[in-house]
Nanobody, 120 residues
Framework: QVQLVESGGGLVQAGGSLRLSCAASGIIFSINAMGWYRQAPGKQRELVARVTTGGSTNYADSVKGRFTISRDNAKKLVYLQMNSLKPKDTGIYFC??????????????WGQGTQVTVSS
């Protein structure tokens, strides 16, 4: 059974920092691309950051230079370090994993999400 469990969300003032963690189980972590998505109230879920099986990263333009995604394959963890937070960063943050088999991306798995609220 695949489980992705997020933690680290909370309430923070603008300019502050948070570190989100996602613990994975039930998957072969090293063959999964891992990502963080967020969903603000009334908006669609959007990609925030992703790290591939090879360690390459990509970020939404809105978070470049402020957020950093990283992974620890040995511990089956993926992190999102969020600095210089802004009120527009508020939303539910979801962990996402996508198995990549022979170069083909499979159906994703999702965590339950963790709330991040940035006050002005």
């Amino acid at each position: 059974q695949v489980q992705l469990v997020e933690s680290g969300g909370g309430l923070v003032q603008a300019g502050g920092s948070l570190r989100l963690s996602c613990a994975a189980s039930g998957i072969i972590f090293s063959i999964n691309a891992m990502g963080w998505y967020r969903q603000a109230p009334g908006k669609q879920r959007e990609l925030v950051a992703r790290v591939t099986t090879g360690g390459s990263t990509n970020y939404a333009d809105s978070v470049k230079g402020r957020f950093t995604i990283s992974r620890d394959n040995a511990k089956k963890l993926v992190y999102l370090q969020m600095n210089s937070l802004k009120p527009k960063d508020t939303g539910i943050y979801f962990c996402n994993s996508v198995p990549v088999i022979s170069g083909t991306w499979q159906e994703p798995y999702w965590g339950q999400g963790t709330q991040v609220t940035v006050s002005s």
